[in-house]
C-alpha cells in the first residue's frame, strides 16, 4: 500500500513539472534537450554494463548508491531490458573519441559511448543530473545529450615531492577529476625535495630521498619543521592507483624531473652529480641539483629508472621535465666541458639538447613517447614525437608548435593553481593573481598566431598544483584546486563558443559546489563584498543564499560568528571581516570592508585625461593613505599617471609629479594630520594613453591600520645588495629582505627607532611576503625601552612572533638560536599596531 500511495505522489509531482529543470552540468555539454517529464528510477534499478566496460562496473555500482541512495542491480552484457539504465559501447558512433550520447525516455537511460571512455564521460553526466539542484531525488529529467570534448588532452599535474600526500588522497584527487571529465593526472614525483617513487634498482633514491629533516640527506624544507617528513609509493601501491585511474576513464603520466631539480638524487647517491670546485644556486637556492651529463654511467641508471617506470605505467608518454636547470653548474664540471668540446658546442643549452636526444632513445626503446616543459626545445632539435608542456606563458606554446611539436597549454599566468587567488591570499604572486574567473577566462589556442593546420597541434589544456605552501593550512590543496579545475574542465572539454562566465557561474553556484562538498572537497567559496559608506557596512552575497558571517574585532570569522543579515551601522569598519560559509570545512577567506573607488576612467584613445575628484567622504582621520590605480583587467594596463595631488582645504598636502606606467601597479603615500570632518579634500592626477590600447583602472584610497616610524635596520648578517637592509625600513609589505646563506645560532636583525613607538601589538613576520619559505624557525624576539635592556617576547611559530609592550619602545632585536635549514633567510616588515 505505501508503494502504491509513493508512486501516485511522484506521479503527481512529475504532472506538475511545467518546465525542463536546470541541470547545471560541468563541464557544459555540446547538445543538450529536455523535455518537462520525468522518468522515475524504479528500486532496485537494473544497471546493464557492457562488456568493455566490465571493469569499471564496481565503480559504477558504488557512485550511482551514493549519488542516488537507490541499490542497482548490475548485469553485464547489452541486452535491452525497459525501465534500466544502459552502459553501453558503439565503436561506429559518428562522434570523435571519449565522446557520448545520453537519453532519458519513458523507456529508462541509455548512455552510449564510442569507447570506454565516453561511456565514463556519459556517467559522469548522469551522476551530475542526479545531483543538480532543482531535481528530486529517485527522478532523471527527460533528456537528449549528445557530447564529446573540445581537446583530447584534459589534463591535471599535481606535486607529490614538496608535500607528500598519501595513496588515498591521491586516488580521491583522481576521482575528483574524473568527476569534470579530466582524463590525464600528470604525476609529479620526484623533485629537489624528495623522490616519491620505488625504484628496486636505485633503492636509496626513497630510503634516503624519500625523507627530510635533520640527520637526513635532505634538509627540512617547505614547512616540513626540525622532524624526520616524507613517504613514498611502493611500486605495488603504483600499480593499484594507475589501475583504480583507468577504471574511472583517467591515464596517468608520470614525471622524472632530469636532468635539474635531482637534489634528492644527488643527495642519494652522490656520484650522479657533477664535480665541481665552486657551488652555484638554482632558482630556487638549492646546490648540487643537477644530473652530469658527461658521465657516460647516468645513461645506464636512467635506463634501468626509465625501464622500471614503463613496467608501472602504461601511458604512452613519459615526462622528462628540463625544466630551470642550472646549467652554471655544467659550465664548471670537466666532465661535462669534455662533451661540450667533442661535440663542438658553445653553449650549455646545446649540451640540454644532446642530453634530451639521448634521454628520447631511450624512452622510444621502451616503446614510449617523451614529454617535457618547454626549456628543452632550446638548444636543438628534438623528435618530432616529442609533446611539449608550455609552462612559462602563450608565446611559449606557438613556439614550440612553430617547430612542430604536439603541444599542451599549460601557463603559469592562468593554470598554475599554486597561484594565490586574491592578494591577501598565501599562495606564488610571480605569475599571476588567479581565481576562478581568471582561470575560466583562457584561451588555449592563439588563433591569430598559428594556422589552422598548426593550431590542431595543440592537444589540449592542463593545470599543475605546485606543493610548495600546501603544509598549511589543513586541506589546504583541495582548497588551491577547486573550483578552479571546474573552471578549467570547462576549458578543455566545451565548444570555445558557448563559454560564458556568467552562465557558468550560476552553473557552478546553484548546483556544482553542492556537488564538490557532497565529494567531500574542502573547496575555496566566493567571498562576499563588504562596502562601507555614510556610516554603514552594506555586503553583498557572493551567490544567492550564500551563509555569510563576519567578525568586528579584527579576527577571521567562524561558523560560530555572526550571521550577517543587515547593514551594520558603525564607524569603526576596519575592524571588520566578513567570511562566506558553505559548511564546517568550505569557506572563503576573510575579506575587510572597502570603501568604494575615488576615481575611474576608461579609454582606447590616444591622449591625456585630466582627472579631479571630491574625496572628502573618503578621508575620515588622520593617518597615513596609500593611494593606488588598480587596473581592471589584464589587457587595460595601457598608459601612465603623473601630477597626483592632494588638497586639504585647497592647500597642497603632496604632489607626485613623476610619471609611472599604470602597470607597474604603484602605490603613493600621503599624510594626513589635520583631519576634521569639516574639511574639504580632492584628488587632481593626470592619466596619459600613449598607445591607443585600452586604459582602464579604479583608483582606491585607503588609510594603513599601521604605524609607519623611522626606523633603522642591522644585522650580524651579511647584506644581500638585490634585497638589503633597507627593504625593513620602508615599510612596503610586499618587498622584503633576503640573504644569501641560511641564517644560524647567533645571528640576530636589530630594528632601532628613531623615536620610541607607543603600539598595543608589534608583529614580527619572517618569510616571503604570503609565503612561508626560508623563515625562522628557531629564535624568538626581544624588546628594549631604552635601546639598551632587552626584555624576551615571544618564540617564532612558523616564522612568525609578536610582542605587546607596556611602554614605549625603542629597539625590537630577532634573535636566531639555530639554522633554518633553507638556502636563505627572508624577513618582512614590521607590523605596528596602533
Known amino acids: 500500500m505505501k508503494k502504491y500511495i509513493l508512486h501516485i505522489v511522484i506521479f503527481l509531482i512529475s504532472l506538475n513539472v511545467i518546465q525542463a529543470q536546470k541541470l547545471d552540468l560541468i563541464p557544459k555539454p555540446v547538445k543538450i534537450e529536455q523535455q518537462p517529464r520525468l522518468f522515475i528510477m524504479p528500486a532496485p534499478v537494473p544497471l546493464i554494463i557492457d562488456k568493455k566496460v566490465q571493469k569499471s562496473a564496481a565503480f559504477i555500482g558504488d557512485k550511482f548508491l551514493k549519488n542516488t541512495g537507490i541499490t542497482p542491480k548490475i548485469s553485464i552484457g547489452n541486452k535491452h531490458k525497459k525501465n534500466s539504465i544502459q552502459f553501453l559501447v558503439d565503436e561506429k558512433m559518428n562522434i570523435p573519441n571519449d565522446g557520448y550520447r545520453l537519453s532519458v525516455t519513458k523507456e529508462g537511460v541509455v548512455v552510449k559511448g564510442k569507447s570506454t571512455n565516453g561511456v565514463l564521460n556519459g556517467f559522469q553526466t548522469l551522476l551530475q543530473i542526479f545531483s543538480a539542484k532543482e531535481v528530486r531525488r529517485g527522478t532523471i529529467p527527460f533528456v537528449e545529450i549528445e557530447d564529446y570534448p573540445r581537446f583530447e588532452w584534459r589534463g591535471m599535474m599535481l606535486d607529490v615531492s614538496r608535500q607528500f600526500f598519501d595513496k588515498q588522497t591521491v586516488k580521491n584527487y583522481i576521482d575528483w577529476l574524473a568527476a569534470h571529465k579530466m582524463n590525464i593526472f600528470h604525476w609529479h614525483l620526484t623533485d629537489d625535495n624528495g623522490w616519491r617513487i620505488e625504484i628496486k634498482s636505485m ?51 608520470p614525471e622524472i624531473e632530469i636532468p635539474g631539480h635531482s637534489r634528492a638524487v644527488t643527495a642519494s647517491y652522490p656520484e650522479i652529480g657533477c664535480v665541481t670546485s665552486q657551488e652555484t644556486k638554482s632558482v630556487q637556492g638549492e646546490v648540487k641539483n643537477v644530473w652530469c651529463v658527461g658521465r657516460e654511467e647516468n645513461y645506464q641508471i636512467l635506463d634501468s629508472i626509465i625501464r622500471e617506470f614503463t613496467e608501472m605505467f602504461p601511458f604512452e608518454y613519459i615526462h622528462v621535465a628540463g625544466d630551470e636547470v642550472n646549467r652554471a653548474t655544467w659550465e664548471q664540471c670537466p666532465k661535462c666541458q669534455a662533451v661540450m668540446k667533442k661535440e663542438g658546442y658553445t653553449d650549455t643549452f646545446q649540451l640540454q639538447n644532446y642530453f634530451f636526444r639521448r634521454i628520447e632513445k631511450i624512452v622510444e626503446k621502451y616503446d614510449r613517447k617523451t614529454a617535457g616543459w618547454n626549456e628543452i626545445i632550446k638548444g636543438g632539435e628534438l623528435s618530432p614525437k616529442t609533446q611539449i608542456f608550455a609552462w612559462q606563458g602563450i608565446s611559449y606554446g606557438i613556439e614550440s608548435v612553430k617547430k612542430g611539436h604536439p603541444t599542451v597549454m599549460i601557463p603559469g599566468q592562468y593554470t598554475y593553481f599554486d597561484m594565490a587567488q586574491s592578494e591577501n591570499e598565501r599562495g606564488h604572486r610571480w605569475a599571476a593573481i588567479t581565481d576562478t574567473k581568471r582561470v575560466y577566462s583562457f584561451e588555449p589556442i592563439p588563433e591569430n598566431d598559428l594556422s589552422l593546420e598548426e593550431q590542431k597541434l595543440i592537444k589540449g589544456v592542463q593545470g599543475a598544483l605546485w606543493s610548495e605552501y600546501l603544509d598549511l593550512p589543513a586541506r589546504f590543496m583541495e582548497y588551491q584546486s577547486y573550483p578552479r579545475i571546474s573552471a578549467l574542465s570547462e576549458i578543455a572539454w566545451s565548444k570555445k563558443e558557448s563559454k560564458n562566465w556568467k552562465d557558468f557561474y550560476g552553473r557552478l553556484t546553484n548546483s556544482h559546489l553542492q556537488r564538490l562538498s557532497n565529494m567531500g572537497i574542502a573547496f575555496r567559496d566566493f567571498p562576499p563584498t563588504a562596502i562601507y559608506k555614510n556610516g554603514s557596512i552594506t555586503v553583498t552575497l557572493p551567490y544567492e543564499g550564500a551563509i555569510v558571517r563576519y567578525d568586528a574585532q579584527g579576527n577571521e570569522p567562524t561558523t560560530q560568528s555572526p550571521l550577517y543579515t543587515n547593514p551594520i551601522e558603525t564607524k569603526y569598519y576596519e575592524k571588520y571581516m566578513f567570511r562566506t560559509f558553505f559548511n564546517e570545512n568550505t569557506a572563503s577567506p576573510a575579506v575587510k570592508v572597502e570603501k568604494l573607488p575615488v576615481a575611474n576612467w576608461t579609454t582606447s584613445k590616444v591622449g591625456i585625461i585630466k582627472i579631479s575628484e571630491n574625496i572628502s567622504e573618503n578621508i575620515d582621520k588622520n593617518g597615513i593613505w596609500y593611494l593606488t590605480f588598480n587596473p581592471i583587467a589584464d589587457e587595460t594596463m595601457s598608459g601612465f599617471v603623473s601630477e597626483v595631488s592632494l ?38 592626477f593626470i592619466v596619459e594613453n600613449k598607445e591607443g590600447k585600452e586604459s582602464a583602472a579604479k583608483v582606491n584610497f585607503d588609510c594603513s591600520p599601521y604605524q609607519e616610524p623611522e626606523v633603522k635596520v642591522t644585522s650580524s648578517m651579511a647584506e644581500n645588495p638585490k634585497f638589503p637592509f633597507s627593504r625593513l625600513e620602508d615599510y612596503n609589505l610586499e618587498s622584503y629582505l633576503r640573504t644569501d646563506v641560511p641564517c644560524v645560532k647567533g645571528d640576530w636583525i636589530l630594528y632601532t627607532f628613531t623615536n620610541p613607538v607607543s603600539s598595543s601589538k608589534i608583529d614580527v613576520l619572517t618569510g616571503i611576503p604570503h609565503h612561508p619559505r626560508f623563515i625562522i624557525n628557531d629564535g624568538f624576539v626581544e624588546y628594549s625601552y631604552n635601546g639598551v635592556d632587552f626584555i624576551k617576547g615571544d618564540s617564532f611559530d612558523y616564522g612568525n612572533a609578536s610582542i605587546y609592550p607596556e611602554q614605549a619602545v625603542k629597539a625590537i632585536k630577532i634573535v636566531i638560536t639555530g639554522t633554518n635549514n633553507e638556502p636563505i633567510m627572508a624577513a618582512q616588515d614590521l607590523r605596528i599596531n596602533p
Open 203 to 253: 633503492p636509496d633514491l626513497t630510503l634516503k630521498g624519500g625523507f627530510r629533516g635533520p640527520g637526513e640527506v635532505l634538509l627540512p624544507s617547505y614547512g616540513s619543521g626540525n622532524k624526520r617528513y616524507g613517504g613514498y609509493y611502493t611500486q605495488e601501491d603504483i600499480k593499484e592507483v594507475v589501475s583504480y585511474a583507468l577504471e574511472r576513464g583517467v591515464s596517468i603520466m
Open 647 to 684: 588638497f586639504e582645504n585647497d592647500k597642497l598636502i603632496q604632489t607626485y609629479a613623476t610619471q609611472q606606467a599604470l602597470k607597474s601597479k604603484f602605490r603613493l603615500r600621503f599624510l594626513t594630520e589635520n583631519y576634521n570632518e569639516k574639511n574639504h579634500y580632492h584628488l587632481d
